[in-house]
């Protein structure tokens, strides 16, 4: 028998860091990233980012920055591309966006290892209304199509994505804001993203009627729900069909307010288990609360966990990080001049320092809120976070539109190939065997039965055999799929399914 390979374990309960990897690196601020490659001590390093609000970025599926994304304040098509290196990429300056913070979201084109999609809305009319899309190919270090236009209308700031129940494909969300008549609406619009391109273009009118133009839409960590929150405080929670792109069953858990009467509630993150939510206010007095999503009441739940005074604070954007902790950036405000760009003598523990959420699944003082304590080397951050999707998201396993990944076990393109599985409890290991094959690189995934990928690995093998001890030790009770794809992922010539019981 080989020698067990022992994983590091994370507290989310999975059995090893890599699952993570794609959303492991974020920049933001004034020359701020933080590396989350090794959750229990995340690296700052330096970027070439300064910007007050929309970032993105993304790794690969080993942790390494591929290439990231911002917009500048008061600029015209403002968005910026860099590569790894630090370096603007080609063709990478006068993207749309306008300094807004959720204009920005990049897609990995479905089915292409170095094509990705970056969608960028304009919210007012500094840059051409509407939502656009550019592709970056990163073997030419270059945006090789720019600002293509899908709609024209005025945008909310709330772009977001979500990935599509069968783990390959994904749902790019938007909403319509009028900036004319300022008339409400209640309208949610989305495209498909695969492999045949931008589809299926939706527009549904779902829960309440909104009329500001800054939001935020954030997903739960199984994409199933979400939530929608404006800066006329609305704070409403949908369920998510990530199979249709069908929202439903609105909860109003806080209504909108109006010009005069309002927090101007700025940003929402929900917990590992998503059923906790927590959210931001950014006005001049602000709170930062928790929300208990399984209570009858939600609203009635609300605990406030801080009360900040502008000036100086002013709270921004709540994530949830890959350790599988919240963040929440602030900006320092002197009372006197709008502090961005920060000038050479605004350094404060407000802004060289993210508060933090350590046990957010807790309610209550348990969830060990942490005030400025997370310090970014000397680093300034403003209202932003990277508005970055989880690109690690799995699929739903064993639902309507898990095309890709099936519960029988039966290979997808090479029946000759065989993959076996047996877990011991007695080494609370699973046993991962493969024959038959004639790839020679590899990419191995677990799910649990949420979709979740809770391991990943990818590398080379000799065929026509592949072997792995997978350490389980951890690993909560029920049932996990393994995914074992062999050269061109995610559409390799082989892919195997096999399904395995933790005792």
Sequence with gaps: MKKIIILILINLGFCSLSAQNRNSVWVFGDSVGIDFSNTMSPQVFSSSIDTRGSCVSIADSNGNMMFYANTRASVIR????????????QNGDSVNGEGWYHELVIIPKPESEHLFYLFSICVDNSCPFGLYYSIIDIQKDSVIQKNIPLQSFPMVDCLTAVKHGNGRDWWLIFRRWDQFTFNYNNE????????IGITNYNVQMIGSNHRANQGELTFAPNGERLINTDGLDLLELFDFNRCTGILSNPVLI???GNSLNYHLTWSSAFSPNGNVLYVSTSKDTNYIYQLDLTASNIFASRINLDTLYSPPIQPGSLKLAPDGKIYLSCAYYDGVTFNYPYNN???DSVNMNLSVINYPDSLGTACGYSPFSFYL???RTYWGLPNNPDYDLGPLVGSPCDTLTSLNGAAAAVPAAGLYVYYSPQWQTAFINADKLSGTTYRLSVFDLMGKEVFSESGKITPPYFTKNLSCGGWAKGMYVVRLECDS??????RLVKKFVVE
């Design 188 to 195: 949610f619009h989305s495209y498909l993203i695969s492999p």
């Design 489 to 494: 992922y995610p559409m390799g010539a082989e």
């Design 254 to 256: 806080q209504p909108a």
């Design 78 to 89: 403002s968005t910026q591309v860099w590569n790894n290196l630090d370096q603007l990429i």
């Design 345 to 347: 003598m605004e350094y």
């Design 377 to 379: 080397g000397g680093k």
